[in-house]
């Protein structure tokens, strides 16, 4: 968007906020002791930046253990949170701008916000936390919905529908900026890990799954998941093929190469490529499936992308392939000798761009310049933690 764009938007933001003030505007929540009965929590966002909530979530239950705690997020990260013990309800909402499809049409995402704005009205909830820096749209409907207390982050845009702001930091990790919202109602910034729990039949499937491919209990299994959202973030098929073949011949381990339906000729074409047998899972599984084969895993390596994150969430050793976006902020959120983060040395990292044209991915080879041998050296190091298998 660009910055004409910016500011008129922002100036009917802060008109629509000021006219409606008088009608609309709800108290503060009140004095810090008194104790919130119902909290909604907004994040339209996907895979990874759902799970790097979920410490947030779990400090918020500490703090409120008897409040019922809602989540209201897209139908993309409903497998995320949907066995999260934190989290009493989850709302699905198609956020406008998240869907990754075309707007049906230039008043949709209006007609929406009027729609879950009636929906979380009737709901009553005392105190709502936008958990995305910059998203208004979600705190206008926390306003509109007249939730009393409304916090998010101190962003323009945001602002005017918000009872409080926390200043959001930049260069600050995603699960210390949720954990500065959690403080800021009344709970604890302990540095919580990401949680996923795997179902009892995600955990069935996994092993069925597993024996089927004859992958044996104690055989090293290393799960690579080479696909990402953007295509700036892949790596090159033939230094997957060589990192796969260099660690199935060290460690007689297996190879599982998994992703979404649309990741399966990715997968195919790194199969081929590889001198040794693997096993192409992509399109096969759920998230929750996906996750247990992870937990099963000595190993999991990637891109930048919510997968990976879903590892670090199972516990299992991860090498983090990264180029545009900035770790700092968006990288692995445990032991950095347990999940390791591998980025080129271009001096233009990180850019956070995401949305380069098949033209000018050329020209930005941030993800493609991290070597083999960098890989290989960062799985040796976590492999050679498992002594049965060196």
Known sequence: MDKKRERFRLFLLRLFASLTGPFLRAGAFGQKAIYPSSILLIRPDHIGDVLFTTPALRALRDAFPRARITYLIGPWSKEVIVNNPNVDDVVLCPFPGFTRLPKPSFLYPYILLLQFTRLIHTKGFDVALILRFDHWWGALMAYLSRIPRRIGYDIPEVRPFLTDVVPYVQGRHEVEQNLTLVESVGGRPVAYPLEFRPSASDEEFAASYLAERGVKGKEPLICIHPGAGAPVKLWLKESWAQVADALAQRYGAKVILTGSGEEVPLCQAICELMANEAIVAAGDTSLGELAAIMARSSL?????????????????????????????????????????ALTSRLDCIPCNRLDYSAEEIEEHPCVRSISVEMVLEAAHRLLSRRSSYV
């Open 300 to 340: 999991v390596i990637g891109t930048d992308s919510g997968p990976l994150h879903l590892a670090v969430a199972v516990g299992t050793p991860s090498v983090h392939l990264y180029g545009p976006v900035d770790v700092h902020t968006f990288g692995p959120w445990g032991d950095p000798s347990f999940h390791i």
